[in-house]
């Protein structure tokens, strides 16, 4: 499974910013889709996430703000994020857990996509 993410960049305070993540591949059947975060000097932590059945998660630190979203028939993962912060800065990472034909659960990573908030 390859994740392609795109949509980072810089924001001002207060602003919004969508990223998508496209999972591409075949072979495996995608569970959960998910972003994490690793802003500078800290480890890297759980954003959100939504089951294929759309149930979703959120770390407290942007429960209310941003919204995880998820097109199945696209293998697309999105994540609105409003009202942005300087602290939500730092490169966002998309994540699928998915499950190969034979049953192996595996975890696929994209490449980060910098989101900058700054006045």
């Known amino acids: 499974v390859q994740l392609q993410a795109s949509g980072g960049g810089l924001v001002q305070p207060g602003g919004s910013l969508r990223l998508s993540c496209a999972a591409s591949?075949?072979?495996?059947?995608?569970?959960?889709m998910g972003w994490y975060r690793r802003a500078p000097g800290k480890q890297r932590e759980l954003v959100a996430f939504?089951?294929?059945?759309?149930?979703?998660n959120y770390a407290d630190s942007v429960k209310g703000r941003f919204t995880v979203s998820r097109d199945n028939a696209k293998n697309t993962v999105y994540l609105q994020m409003n009202s942005l912060k300087p602290e939500d800065t730092a490169v966002y990472y998309c994540?699928?857990?998915?499950?190969?034909?034979?049953?192996?659960?595996?975890?696929?990573w994209g490449e980060g996509t910098q989101v900058t908030v700054s006045s």
């Open positions: 994540n699928a857990q998915a499950v190969s034909r034979a049953g192996y659960a595996m975890d696929f």
């Open positions: 591949g075949s072979g495996f059947s995608i569970n959960v």
């Open positions: 939504v089951t294929s059945g759309t149930d979703t």
